[in-house]
């Protein structure tokens, strides 16, 4: 891919790249701008101005955009599989140690569990009911939602061919197969492996990444709004990035085996120990 052409912008707080055998037209670069700005003023917990702020600020009903509806359905599922240890009602409990809009990066007080599901949201298609203001945080599907939602932008202009990479969740369509090297836990500048990515999505998520304060991370257990100290770093691959990113973070809860009884991917999960494990039918290759 050396010779395509990429449009790289900023985007719900990280770096993008939309990479093409042909410039794209400033018209469509303006849709897919216009398209993360419509997101991340519908979702960001970090905006004042978004649905998610407003829904932290008073309790009512709540008309989201379309893909709310997906949205809604695979976080409930995974809520079911996991025991409540992955819930979009996480939000409080990232906000209580620190990792709140005004990132002040401090405990305010011991982990927080997150609200029992059935007891403050009613989350029906693309209507959210709360009965109570909550804190929703989308961090662990929506990056991989948005990657999607350009991808459709991008066939809907006729673009065929083309890689989108959202820092680390990437979806690459029409293309020859991309080997994409898999970063080490514990030292960005090597790598443990490879894989091929050849038409799924590639979803990562690690326990490195947003860490702060003393052992503190992202990855909570919404049972227990503790971070996660078993699995450091999760890869996945699915047929949209939205389902391969939320179960990036499912493999910190249940395993891989476990998932793949609901969901057609392939996973590795590398451990704490150093051990790692991953489907048979994983496409990448661990160095030794």
């Known amino acids: 891919m050396t010779d395509w052409e990429d449009f790289s912008f900023q985007g719900i707080g990280t770096e993008w790249a939309v990479s093409t055998p042909l410039p794209l037209p400033m018209s469509l670069r303006t849709r ?21 702020a407003e829904l932290a600020r008073k309790r009512g009903r709540y008309g989201f955009p379309d893909e709310a509806a997906p949205l809604g359905e695979l976080y409930r599922l995974l809520y079911r599989l996991t025991g409540g240890a992955m819930t ?10 620190g990792y709140d809009a005004a990132y002040t990066l401090r405990p305010d007080g011991p982990p927080l569990p997150a609200p029992e599901w059935e007891s403050v949201l009613t989350w029906s298609g693309t209507v959210l009911t709360a009965g109570a203001p909550v804190v929703l945080d989308i961090g662990a599907a929506g990056k991989g939602l948005l990657v999607d939602l350009l991808a459709a932008e991008l066939d809907a202009a006729g673009v065929s061919e083309f890689v989108i990479d959202a820092s680390g969740d990437l979806l690459a369509r029409g293309t020859e197969p991309l080997s994409v090297a898999l970063e080490h836990p514990y030292n960005p500048a090597l790598a443990i492996g490879v894989v091929d990515l050849d038409g799924r999505a590639l979803c990562a998520s690690a ?23 078993t699995a450091v770093a999760t890869w996945t691959m ?13 493999l910190f809860f249940v395993p891989g085996a476990a998932l793949q009884e609901t969901f057609d991917f392939s996973w590795l999960t590398v451990f704490s120990d150093g051990s ?8 990448g290759m661990l160095f030794s």
């Open 32 to 52: 897919l701008l216009d398209r993360v700005e419509k997101f991340d003023g519908d979702w960001s917990r970090f905006r004042p101005d978004s649905l998610v």
């Open 88 to 97: 979009p009602l996480i939000g409080g409990s990232l906000e209580r140690l």
């Open 207 to 229: 326990a490195n990444r947003r860490t702060w304060g003393d052992g503190l991370h992202h990855v909570l257990d919404g049972t227990t709004g503790q971070p996660v100290r």
């Open 238 to 250: 699915a047929e949209t990035a939205m389902v391969a990113d939320a179960l990036a973070t499912a």
């Open 276 to 283: 790692a494990a991953y489907s048979a039918e994983f496409e």
